[in-house]
């Protein structure tokens, strides 16, 4: 079993529809979760992060953590074609602070 | 020049070929890190370094030599790859090694490589 689970997509949105990007992970130490987004040809960059459970709002971007589920979402309100790119979960225990990745998402958002 | 830099952005080998990858950064940073990115699979760590030591090493094959002259730069020679090999080669820094949260890691923008 794999880590860090994320549905590779490709998910295609029209412009303004409420984007849902999720991944589930397995190891019940993580806690600490940030969500990169990657363009293309670009290197990752961080979007969001959260330690252990709830949400944090940043704009039109939500990151939300359930630890009893072992759920982590992302939610884009009122998308844009700026938003299609690659987004990456990760996770960390915070005792080493190494990062597990999921496979990452692709976005495309549709003018 | 800010941020994270790598250099070549792409690199096309044959597998007999000895090549270099350069990344540098200029966050003041202590920690660098190197990681593999292929197709359909999540990144892989491949190195880690704090203060120019190595503290990881996440089973690397040896045709993979890092080195890490000071916190600035970070190099990955390259010998004998196989077509497998091919993919996004990432480096990343971060203030302290391997801390999640607002000290995270902060990616350059990769070297495509091409081992044919």
Redesign the interface.
């Known amino acids: 079993q794999k880590e860090v689970e994320q549905d590779p997509g490709p998910l295609s949105v029209p412009e303004g529809a409420i984007v849902s990007l999720n991944c589930t992970y397995s190891n019940s130490a993580f806690q600490y979760f940030m969500w990169y987004r990657q363009y293309s040809r670009k290197g990752p960059e961080l979007l969001m992060y959260t330690y252990s459970s709830g949400n944090k709002e940043d704009g039109r971007f939500t990151a939300q953590v359930d630890k009893s589920s072992k759920y982590i979402s992302l939610l884009i309100r009122d998308s844009q074609p700026s938003d299609s790119a690659t987004y990456l979960c990760a996770t960390s225990s915070g005792n080493t602070g190494k990062l597990i990745f999921g496979q990452g998402t692709t976005l495309q958002v549709k003018p | 020049e800010t941020g994270?830099t790598?250099t070549p952005r792409h690199l096309v080998m044959g597998m007999t070929n000895k090549k270099s990858l350069k990344c540098e950064q200029h966050l003041g940073h202590n920690a660098m890190y190197w990681y593999k990115q292929s197709a359909?699979?999540?990144?892989e760590?491949m190195f880690v370094y704090n203060f120019k030591e190595q503290t990881?090493n996440n089973s690397v094959p040896s045709r993979f030599s890092p080195e890490c002259p000071n916190s600035s730069h970070l190099f990955l020679h390259l010998h004998t790859l196989q077509p497998e090999d091919s993919a996004l080669y990432?480096c990343?820094s971060s203030r302290?090694?391997?801390?999640?949260?607002?000290d995270?890691?902060?990616?350059?923008?990769?070297t495509?490589l091409t081992v044919l």
């Not at chain 2, 359909?40 to 990144?43: Q, V």
């Not at chain 2, 302290?96 to 607002?102: D, I, N, Q």
């Not at chain 2, 995270?104 to 990769?110: K, L, N, V, W």
């Open positions: 994270v790598q359909k699979k999540p990144l760590l990881e990432l990343a302290y090694p391997l801390v999640a949260g607002e995270t890691q902060y990616f350059g923008p990769g495509r």
